[in-house]
């Protein structure tokens, strides 16, 4: 054995088959060591035929998958193997990519071992000649197999910006790929993942997706339950969000503790600007955590906030980056379909008194009786910044007046609602007579809506009629009236014309206040350009310098300065609507007149 090579080839076919007796009487290693380690012979041409070869299996405990971010940096052969499959994707823009997705997609499946969603792939090939921005995968299953290629797609920016996968049946692993995906490229704006098993870790998941997202805006997250940590979780995200405007969590089954975690967190977050709440499970105890949620820092209410440390919060935002603006406050809000009594009223709109940010606020089918309309109405009595008011579906008349006669004297003094709907709320011929009778004396309202209110007859839509005519800014009117009635019908027609002609006028003032503040901006343009016009203290004349520049190499940028034609108005079409019951059901379709622009 002296003679021979020990090589450690498995390739090579040896000479010497015979096993020593020492090698048999040892352990089953020694005698696998003594078959591989075998004298092979000097000559390189005996290969081993293809016959004689054996299958091998090699033991992996664990397998990764790497994925190659754009900015990472290659060695030189790295760059070589890889520069074939890279090429196609650089320097390309969205409309190259939505070309190329099917392509990509088609390989992303190939390379991981799964089959192509049909559905997917589809929604891929129809969009190959136009940019890919939104995707809809709503109410259909997002199996783990699909999960894969799918993220993969997500990793190149192809211009996607909205992403819609309600009830797609996406567990925490699931979201977490995707949010990884998502963050990398960051392009998405708005989020749906709504009616998904989530549970603690995906909703720990979403927050760091929220913090670190600089192009989330909005994020729906309805009917969805989070526990109490969650919450925590989601309500540390909201406080240092640079980006998120918008959150829904809609029939989330929130209690008053969950609302009292994340309440504090909404008014002072430094983005997030709307909220919907619709049908949760608010009870009597909410009262505090709902006036928190529309607090500006100038106000002051009596609670204690143990959740939360100001210094940590602070040092919490200059460490990642992100810091708190103090300044921040809802503008719209949406509490629909959750019991609000007049006890869990009283704190919410003595908040409202001096809240400088809200403007839209919906307390649709809230079970506000007349006393929890007098109070909203003392708050509108006081508040100016509120434009949109919503009661529909709350018995605010319950045999009681009291209610509307609040209103009717906040209407009065408010001048800054522009839109009062009071669909479905019970209303009668006396109440609405006492809303009419605000129309001449208020200036601010331009959209009413009494429909569905069937004990509304001839008196109350006549008062109407006639107030309206002294009304000036009033353009949308919707009440509901018999289909059989002609003189209701003739009324419907006065209405309307006094609305269309209210919309003629606003379109009008809007046409001369734009006229307005256009040859205000030219006045300015002018100024500046005749300052830069001035040298050695001496200004030379207008028309010398615009005669000067235009021949200089520069004459572009001088000239794009100059004030260009106003753009032509956009078409406003008037929307009145009075619905007429037909005979086999109370309520008919409405019927719309329009009055474009000029």
């Given at each position: 054995?002296?003679?021979?090579?020990?090589?450690?080839?498995?390739?090579?076919?040896?000479?010497?088959?015979?096993?020593?007796?020492?090698?048999?009487?040892?352990?089953?290693?020694?005698?696998?060591?003594?078959?591989?380690?075998?004298?092979?012979?000097?000559?390189?041409?005996?290969?081993?035929?293809?016959?004689?070869?054996?299958?091998?299996?090699?033991?992996?405990?664990?397998?990764?998958?790497?994925?190659?971010?754009?900015?990472?940096?290659?060695?030189?052969?790295?760059?070589?193997?890889?520069?074939?499959?890279?090429?196609?994707?650089?320097?390309?823009?969205?409309?190259?990519?939505?070309?190329?997705?099917?392509?990509?997609?088609?390989?992303?499946?190939?390379?991981?071992?799964?089959?192509?969603?049909?559905?997917?792939?589809?929604?891929?090939?129809?969009?190959?000649?136009?940019?890919?921005?939104?995707?809809?995968?709503?109410?259909?299953?997002?199996?783990?197999?699909?999960?894969?290629?799918?993220?993969?797609?997500?990793?190149?920016?192809?211009?996607?910006?909205?992403?819609?996968?309600?009830?797609?049946?996406?567990?925490?692993?699931?979201?977490?790929?995707?949010?990884?995906?998502?963050?990398?490229?960051?392009?998405?704006?708005?989020?749906?993942?709504?009616?998904?098993?989530?549970?603690?870790?995906?909703?720990?998941?979403?927050?760091?997706?929220?913090?670190?997202?600089?192009?989330?805006?909005?994020?729906?997250?309805?009917?969805?339950?989070?526990?109490?940590?969650?919450?925590?979780?989601?309500?540390?995200?909201?406080?240092?969000?640079?980006?998120?405007?918008?959150?829904?969590?809609?029939?989330?089954?929130?209690?008053?503790?969950?609302?009292?975690?994340?309440?504090?967190?909404?008014?002072?977050?430094?983005?997030?600007?709307?909220?919907?709440?619709?049908?949760?499970?608010?009870?009597?105890?909410?009262?505090?955590?709902?006036?928190a949620l529309i607090l500006n820092d100038h106000q002051q209410v009596d609670m204690d906030w143990n959740y939360y440390n100001e210094t940590s919060i602070r040092k919490y935002g200059d460490f990642h980056g992100h810091p708190i603006d103090p300044s921040g406050g809802l503008q719209r809000l949406d509490l629909s379909?959750?019991?609000?009594?007049?006890?869990?009223?009283?704190?919410?709109?003595?908040?409202?008194?001096?809240?400088?940010?809200?403007?839209?606020?919906?307390?649709?089918?809230?079970?506000?009786?007349?006393?929890?309309?007098?109070?909203?109405?003392?708050?509108?009595?006081?508040?100016?910044?509120?434009?949109?008011?919503?009661?529909?579906?709350?018995?605010?008349?319950?045999?009681?007046?009291?209610?509307?006669?609040?209103?009717?004297?906040?209407?009065?003094?408010?001048?800054?609602?522009?839109?009062?709907?009071?669909?479905?709320?019970?209303?009668?011929?006396?109440?609405?007579?006492?809303?009419?009778?605000?129309?001449?004396?208020?200036?601010?309202?331009?959209?009413?809506?009494?429909?569905?209110?069937?004990?509304?007859?001839?008196?109350?839509?006549?008062?109407?009629?006639?107030?309206?005519?002294?009304?000036?800014?009033?353009?949308?009117?919707?009440?509901?009236?018999?289909?059989?009635?002609?003189?209701?019908?003739?009324?419907?027609?006065?209405?309307?014309?006094?609305?269309?002609?209210?919309?003629?006028?606003?379109?009008?003032?809007?046409?001369?206040?734009?006229?307005?503040?256009?040859?205000?901006?030219?006045?300015?343009?002018?100024?500046?350009?005749?300052?830069?016009?001035?040298?050695?203290?001496?200004?030379?004349?207008?028309?010398?310098?615009?005669?000067?520049?235009?021949?200089?190499?520069?004459?572009?940028?001088?000239?794009?300065?100059?004030?260009?034609?106003?753009?032509?108005?956009?078409?406003?079409?008037?929307?009145?609507?009075?619905?007429?019951?037909?005979?086999?059901?109370?309520?008919?379709?409405?019927?719309?007149?329009?009055?474009?622009?000029?």
């Amino acid at each position: 054995m002296n003679d021979t090579k020990t090589n450690k080839g498995i390739l090579k076919k040896g000479l010497n088959t015979n096993i020593s007796t020492q090698a048999s009487s040892s352990s089953w290693l020694t005698r696998i060591q003594s078959k591989i380690f075998t004298a092979q012979p000097d000559d390189g041409n005996l290969q081993l035929q293809r016959r004689d070869l054996k299958r091998v299996t090699f033991s992996m405990g664990y397998l990764t998958t790497e994925h190659l971010h754009h900015n990472d940096i290659l060695d030189n052969e790295d760059k070589k193997r890889t520069e074939s499959c890279c090429s196609t994707f650089e320097s390309t823009d969205f409309a190259d990519y939505s070309f190329s997705l099917p392509h990509c997609y088609e390989k992303a499946c190939r390379l991981r071992e799964e089959k192509e969603w049909p559905l997917f792939m589809n929604m891929l090939q129809t969009h190959c000649s136009i940019p890919l921005t939104t995707i809809d995968l709503s109410n259909h299953s997002i199996g783990h197999s699909s999960l894969g290629p799918l993220a993969d797609i997500f990793l190149l920016d192809f211009g996607l910006r909205n992403l819609r996968l309600t009830n797609c049946g996406l567990d925490d692993e699931s979201v977490g790929m995707l949010l990884n995906s998502l963050l990398i490229v960051d392009s998405v704006v708005e989020l749906d993942l709504s009616h998904n098993p989530l549970k603690l870790k995906g909703f720990k998941l979403l927050s760091i997706y929220i913090v670190e997202s600089r192009s989330i805006n909005s994020l729906n997250v309805a009917g969805i339950s989070p526990d109490r940590r969650a919450t925590q979780y989601l309500a540390q995200a909201l406080l240092h969000t640079p980006s998120l405007q918008h959150l829904n969590m809609d029939q989330c089954t929130l209690k008053s503790t969950h609302l009292e975690t994340i309440a504090n967190s909404v008014c002072r977050s430094p983005s997030l600007t709307s909220i919907s709440l619709r049908y949760n499970r608010f009870s009597s105890g909410s009262p505090p955590s709902l006036a928190a949620l529309i607090l500006n820092d100038h106000q002051q209410v009596d609670m204690d906030w143990n959740y939360y440390n100001e210094t940590s919060i602070r040092k919490y935002g200059d460490f990642h980056g992100h810091p708190i603006d103090p300044s921040g406050g809802l503008q719209r809000l949406d509490l629909s379909g959750n019991s609000l009594q007049a006890s869990s009223l009283g704190s919410f709109c003595q908040a409202m008194y001096s809240n400088l940010t809200l403007k839209h606020l919906s307390l649709a089918n809230c079970h506000i009786c007349p006393k929890g309309c007098e109070i909203i109405a003392d708050a509108l009595y006081t508040n100016q910044h509120l434009t949109n008011l919503d009661l529909s579906g709350n018995p605010i008349i319950n045999d009681s007046d009291e209610g509307i006669h609040a209103l009717k004297t906040a209407l009065l003094r408010n001048g800054t609602l522009q839109e009062l709907i009071l669909k479905n709320t019970g209303l009668n011929t006396t109440a609405t007579i006492m809303l009419a009778e605000v129309l001449p004396m208020n200036s601010a309202l331009t959209r009413l809506d009494f429909s569905e209110n069937p004990s509304i007859t001839l008196a109350g839509i006549l008062a109407l009629s006639i107030s309206i005519k002294m009304n000036g800014t009033l353009t949308f009117l919707d009440i509901s009236i018999p289909s059989n009635d002609t003189e209701l019908s003739d009324l419907q027609n006065d209405i309307a014309a006094v609305c269309t002609t209210n919309m003629i006028q606003r379109i009008e003032r809007q046409r001369q206040e734009e006229k307005r503040k256009y040859q205000k901006r030219k006045q300015q343009q002018q100024q500046q350009e005749g300052t830069y016009g001035t040298l050695d203290g001496a200004a030379a004349p207008l028309s010398s310098i615009v005669l000067s520049t235009s021949l200089s190499p520069s004459s572009s940028s001088i000239t794009s300065m100059l004030p260009q034609t106003p753009t032509s108005e956009k078409s406003t079409e008037l929307d009145f609507k009075i619905t007429t019951p037909s005979t086999s059901s109370p309520l008919s379709s409405p019927v719309t007149s329009t009055c474009p622009s000029d």
